[in-house]
Structure formats: C-alpha cells, structure tokens
C-alpha cells in the first residue's frame, strides 16, 4: 500500500460504517487521519468504531443527513470536538431499488434523491464553512458512473448521481480560490450490502459493461478517495476521476 500523508486531517466519512465508506475510513487512518463517521446506524457504527480503533482515533455520530438541523448540529458538535474538518467525504448513498421510470414508486425516486443529492448539499452546506474559517478543505463526493451514463431500470440513482457529479463541478468552482477543493469519483459497481436493493438481472448488467470483467475493489476505491484527501491532490477541482474498470473512457 502506498503511504498518503493525511497526518494532523480531521476527516468526516458519511455513511463511513460500512461498503465503500468503511474501507475509505479505513484507508483514512491508516494515513494518519482523525476520523469521525457520519450514519444513521448505531449498530454499524459501533461495530465499526470498535474493529477500527487499533488504527487510529476513530469515532461516530448518529445523523439523519438529510435533516438540515441535524447536519448543523452534527458539524458544530465535531468542529467543537475535534477542532476542525478538513476533509469531507459524502459517500453515504442508497440504491433505492429497480425498476423502470414509469414503474417506479414516486416515494422511492423522492427518498433517493434526498439521500443522495440533498443530504451531500446540506452537509456542505454546513461544512465548508467551517472549512473557510481554516482556508483548508478537501470535499470527495462519491458518485457513480451511472451519473455519467443513465443506468437503465434506474433513472432515480442515476439522476441523484448526475446531480451530485453538477454539485461537484458548481462548488469546486466557487472554493477554487479558498484552498478548499472539490472532486467526484464514479465508480461502477462494488460488491457491497447495497447489492441487496438490486435485482440480479441489473448486477449481470452492471458487470456485463467493466471490460476488466470484474467488480471494482473497495480498497481501490479508497485509495483514489485518500489521494483526493491530501495535499498532494493540489490542482484538481471540480473534476469527476473515473473508477470503472475501462467502461467510462472520456
């Protein structure tokens, strides 16, 4: 594994407690990052501030990510905690299910939208603030690549993802001379607990377009993530870094 220098970071994973999230935390300590995960599962949380505290400091809060008043509470209390958040990461996300557009519950469309566009705007809403208070930030928005290509039998997830990959490019421009920057990653599928709201028929899809012909890793998806993180990561803002194995080549 190669060594990312994110000693002294303060990071906020969201939806850090498991899948994508919990190898990013993960990959964050062990390059030397202070974590705070974001979650709306107690139970995961804890489990997973308990199998990751040999690495580093690690803790969690409970956050309902897309209630505005709890986002606010969650920033102050952590920035009052551990003295700043230099790196964000909105990875928590939902799948929301399959189904054509016509098909589709409007609820299910509604609450996908929320989580996965809505919450990472409230959440930076919150926390770049605090991050031009420093004059330091790095923010990673986990997309996807159906953001980029339209999954079929998933118009809602990959209207959220496109959204959030716009989200992405509006506010790397408006930090881009605060010191704070802003990147998307897209990744393709990952085997993980999410694959439980999919239908079989769309995870052959999904693979059936990697020309790897495999599903992406969740420690190679943390490795872009902690790049993105660090100093290192110096003049890319606004951009999408793709994580598809050769499917999306532009």
Known sequence: MNQIDLKGRVAVITGGAQGIGYAISQRML????????????AAKVD??????????????RIVELTDDAAVAAATAATVAEQGAIDILVNNAGITGGNGTTWDLDVAIWRRTIEVNLIAP????RHVVPAMLNKGYGRIVNIA?????????????????KA?????????GKELATKGILVNAVTPAAARTAMFDQMA?????????????GRFLGLDEAA????WLSSEDCSFSTGAVFDLTGGRSTY
């Open 30 to 41: 062990q390059s030397g990052a202070r974590v705070v995960m974001w979650d709306i599962d």
């Open 47 to 60: 489990e997973a501030c308990r199998s990751l505290s040999a690495l580093g400091p690690v803790s969690g």
């Open 121 to 124: 705007y409230l959440v930076c």
């Open 144 to 160: 996807s690549v159906a953001g980029k290509e339209g999954n079929p039998n998933a118009s809602h997830y990959s209207a959220s």
């Open 163 to 171: 959204g959030l990959i716009a989200l992405t490019k509006s506010l």
């Open 200 to 212: 079989q028929t769309h995870i052959d899809y999904m693979l059936s377009k990697i020309p790897m």
């Open 223 to 226: 490795a872009m993530v902690a």
